[in-house]
């Protein structure tokens, strides 16, 4: 996102517009919907929404610290070698590739032959992740998010509720107060 074309934008949209006579006539309420309608038309302007796929998938039962750490390793060394372009950069990434995959095959190596050692005996221990794996569990579903979009929504439009009922009966916003307060910031600013 272009930040100086959004902060132009904003500076140039009915809120920064208004001056001090027009607000002393505005409610709360019409000026909450000028500031929701301007930043949502700016934002939808300079970050269009856009749709993603997510896929939940849960981490291997063999990935371990070691796994994560090789993981963090390589990606740093890729990060190095896409800024230098060097050689030797290259060649370091590409190693640590290959030592990765490796380890990544000897883990999940370790890991089945000690799950088949350890539960030889017990048909029902051996076959339970077995069939996780081949997905002949009885809930293949996907978990769903603890978090959705339809949530998140609800929590602000509850919150706004909220804030408007409690400011009703409130007294309106005094102006001349912020303002004489700016004007004393920009004075102790300015050494006046």
């Given at each position: 996102m272009d930040r100086a074309a959004f902060n132009s934008?904003?500076?140039?949209?009915?809120?920064?517009?208004?001056?001090?006579?027009?607000?002393?006539h505005v409610t709360s309420t019409e000026l909450f919907d000028v500031y929701d309608a301007t930043l949502r038309r700016i934002a939808d302007d300079h970050a269009p929404a856009s749709t993603t796929v997510q896929r939940i998938r849960p981490l291997s039962q063999w990935f371990d610290g070691d796994?994560?750490?090789?993981?963090?390793?390589?990606?740093q060394l890729e990060r190095r070698y896409r800024r230098s372009f060097s050689d030797a950069d290259r060649?370091?990434?590409?190693?640590?590739?290959?030592?990765?995959?490796?380890l990544f095959?000897?883990?999940?190596?370790?890991?089945?032959?000690?799950?088949?050692a350890s539960n030889a005996g017990n048909q029902k221990k051996?076959?339970?992740?077995?069939?996780?794996?081949?997905?002949r569990d009885k809930d293949s579903s996907t978990p769903t998010p603890l978090l959705t979009a339809v949530k998140l929504s609800?929590?602000?439009?509850?919150?706004?509720?909220?804030v408007r009922a409690d400011t009703e009966n409130s007294d309106p916003p005094n102006f001349h107060a912020y303002a004489r307060k700016r004007s004393r910031l920009r004075c102790v600013r300015s050494q006046c």
């Open positions: 934008a904003l500076l140039s949209s009915p809120l920064c517009a208004c001056s001090e006579d027009e607000l002393h796994c994560r750490m090789s993981r963090r390793k390589t990606r060649a370091a990434w590409i190693a640590q590739v290959k030592s990765m995959h490796t095959q000897h883990e999940e190596n370790l890991y089945w032959t000690t799950c088949i051996l076959w339970r992740p077995l069939s996780s794996i081949l997905r609800q929590f602000f439009i509850d919150k706004i509720d909220a």
